[in-house]
Every structure is written in C-alpha cells, then in structure tokens.
C-alpha cells in the first residue's frame, strides 16, 4: 500500500479534492436525468455538478460530523424543494430520496467511511473496483427490473391507458383505481383463461417432476452409457428456439391426434418444464452421500423403499426447486400453446396476447401485476429451498 492511499486529515476528513469531485461526478449523473426530464440536459449535467460539489464542500468541510444530522436533513429539504419547484408532487417525492442519498453519499465518502467494511490493505484500484463492480451489477438490475416497477402502477390507472395521466403524475387519488382488477376478476373470458392455466400448469408440473425427477438420477449414475449425450438431449428444449420447438410439437401431435387437446397442451408443457427440474435435481444429487444408499441396501430395503425413505427427503429441495420453475415456465409460456392448443384451451397469458393484439385491454396490466407477484412469491420459495438443501448437505452454516 503506498502512502498516498491513507492520505486523510487528523480529524478523519479525506482532502477536499477528492471527495469533492467524486460527489459532484454523482451529481452531474443525477443532474443528466433531472435536465433531461425539463428540456436541458446539459444544463442538468452541469448544475448537478456544481451544486453537488458545493453541498459536498459544505457538509464535510463546514458542518463536518459535529452537525451532519442537521446537514443531512437540510440537504433533504433543499432538494425535495427543488423537486416541488420543477416537478410538484412527484417532484417533492423524488427530490426528497435524491436529498437523503446525497446527504449520506458526501458523508460516507468524505469521512473515508467506504473502507470501513474492507481489509486495510486494500489500495485505491482495488477499492475501486469493489465498487465500480457493484454500480455495475446494480445498474444492469435496474435496467432489467425497471420495465417490471412501471408496469405495477400503470394496472392502478383509472383511465384505460397505457400511460401515466396528469392525475397520475401528480399524485391525484382520483387517478388511481382497481378497475382493471375488478374487470379481470369478472370478465368471463378472462376467468375461463386462468381457469384454463389452473389446469394445465399443475398437471404439467407434475409429469415434469415425475420423469425430470427419475431421469436426473439415472444420469447421475456413473455407469449408465452415454449419460453426457442423454442429458444433452434432455436439455434441449431450454436451447433450442421456442418458436422451433412449437413447430415440431405441432407437427407431431397432429398425428398423434393431441394436436388441440387438453393432454396435447399439458405434455407440450411437461417437455418444456423437464430441464428444469433435471438440472435442479442433478445440483442437489453433487452433494449426495450414496453410501447412505448402500447402507440402506445392506439393510435390507428395497430400492423404491430406499428412495423414498432415504434418497427424496435429502433432494427434496431440489425436486420442488425444478418443480417451482417447471410451474412457472408453464404458467407463463404463450407460443406453444399458440401451435398446440384451441381456443378451449386459451390460457391466460394467451389471453394477454390476444388483449395486446386485438383490443388494447388495460386488463392486461393488473394480470401481468398478479403474475409478476406470483412469480416473486415463487421465487422467494426457490431460494429459501435452495439454502435449505445447502445446509442439509452441510455447504453452509444451520
């Protein structure tokens, strides 16, 4: 470590150049997007710079650690006011969260508070790139999660658009409504397509988990031939193009007379839900004791007696893992059901295709709120299976 990456004053304070134009190159990404959003970018990139740059100054240097709280909560009311001159209510809203952060981020790097959680070694390219390394991850987060967080209060619009009204923007009650929901929860065409996908999805889950499940630990087995090749083969509907794959299921049911069934849809869906659960069962399987299953032999169990008593309890996790994916894939799959089903067997994100494509239903926004919530809560699931499965195989801390 050399001299110049512990260069702090007395007090605790990093030197004004550093941490000055650190805050103000904050400021001026903030100021690019506020400028944007009133006509100017370049003056919002440069306003944000300069009024940055002179808060920072001011709270490190002027007010210091003596009267942060205060300086924190003036640096608060400061923007949420600028927010309400430019942009009202949400404005306010907007300013206010900009004023918290800020008010924290000239602290926390001005009072050299960023290394406190890091090993003293560490030089100035290393710490940085510890956090340039977390700006990224966070800013490819936001770009894939952003179009999710608008779609949730554009389904509380109470005007049937697909944009955000006046009335909206500025906070207006009036504005918001359940419209949508209530029209989903009583619209006929709508209830028979959930009802629909109520019935495919489980049943699929099922025969997913059932042959997924079987196939996994039989590929597991280091004896069985040609297991790299098999598995490959198993996988491949998560590879090749879902379009493809619709195609030659369609193809193929209609001479099995499935094509347009209520069985043709639920086994199209099983293929495409199987590599799920066969890639999950297989991670669990890494981590199995299979002496516990000669043990069990020894003992005189029979092989179906020493899978369920011995062997699923341990994988379980990973068995409703895939089995949690393989419902959700079929829940959500919208082209094979295109090719394989009818219109008996609408399904509700075919519902959702058809609303976008032949009448502009704001209903499709409240559905895809619900699925989104859905899909959180499933997910959720996963990852408290999956820490699980990790301390019964003794990978983490109980």
Not at 42 to 52: E, F, P, R
Not at 204 to 216: E, M, Q, R
Not at 282 to 304: E, I, K
Request: proline fraction near 5%; charge should be positive.
């Amino acid at each position: 470590m050399v001299a110049s990456d512990i260069v702090i004053t007395e007090t605790g304070r990093k030197p004004a150049g550093f941490y000055v134009p650190v805050v103000a190159a904050a400021g001026a990404f903030f100021g690019v997007f506020v400028g944007a959003a009133n006509g100017s970018t370049l003056m919002g990139l440069l306003g944000g710079a300069v009024i940055l740059a002179v808060l920072a100054f001011v709270l490190v240097d002027v007010l210091g650690t003596g009267q942060e709280k205060a300086g924190r909560w003036g640096s608060i009311a400061l923007f949420a006011v600028a927010g309400m001159l430019l942009g009202g209510v949400p404005g306010l809203v907007v300013g206010g969260l900009a004023g918290w952060f800020f008010g924290w981020f000239a602290y926390w790097v001005g009072f050299n508070r960023y290394r406190a959680k890091l090993v003293p070694y560490l030089t100035s390219g290393q710490v940085l790139w510890y956090y340039t390394f977390r700006v990224i991850c966070g800013v490819i987060f936001f770009f894939l999660i952003a179009p999710i967080v608008v779609v949730m209060p554009l389904s509380f619009n109470a005007e049937n658009f697909f944009t955000f009204t006046p009335e909206m923007l500025r906070f207006d009650p009036e504005g918001y409504s359940f419209k949508h929901y209530r029209d989903f929860f009583n619209n006929p065409d709508w209830q028979q397509a959930l009802w629909n996908s109520v019935r495919i999805a489980p049943v699929a889950t099922i025969l997913s988990v059932s042959f997924g499940t079987l196939a996994a630990i039989g590929l597991s087995q280091p004896h069985v031939p040609f297991r790299r090749a098999i598995m490959a083969i198993l996988i491949s509907p998560m590879i090749v193009p879902l379009i493809i794959s619709a195609a030659g299921m369609y193809f193929f049911y209609s001479r099995l007379g499935l094509q347009g069934t209520y069985w043709g849809v639920v086994l199209a869906h099983a293929v495409l839900g199987i590599p799920f659960v066969i890639i999950t069962v297989t991670a669990t399987l890494v981590g199995f004791d299979r002496s516990l299953t000669r043990a069990a032999a020894n003992m005189g169990a029979n092989p179906v007696t020493t899978f369920f008593r011995v062997q699923m309890p341990l994988i379980l996790p990973g068995v409703i893992s895939g089995g949690l994916f393989a419902f959700i894939t079929s829940f959500d799959e919208v082209v094979v059901v295109l090719f394989v089903g009818s219109a008996g067997q609408k399904t509700l994100p075919w519902q959702m295709f058809t609303g976008l494509r032949e009448q502009i239903s704001p209903t499709i926004l409240a559905v895809a709120t619900i699925l989104v919530g859905i899909s959180i809560a499933l997910l959720t699931t996963v990852e408290l299976l999956r820490r699980r499965s990790e301390r019964l195989r003794g990978m983490s801390p109980g």
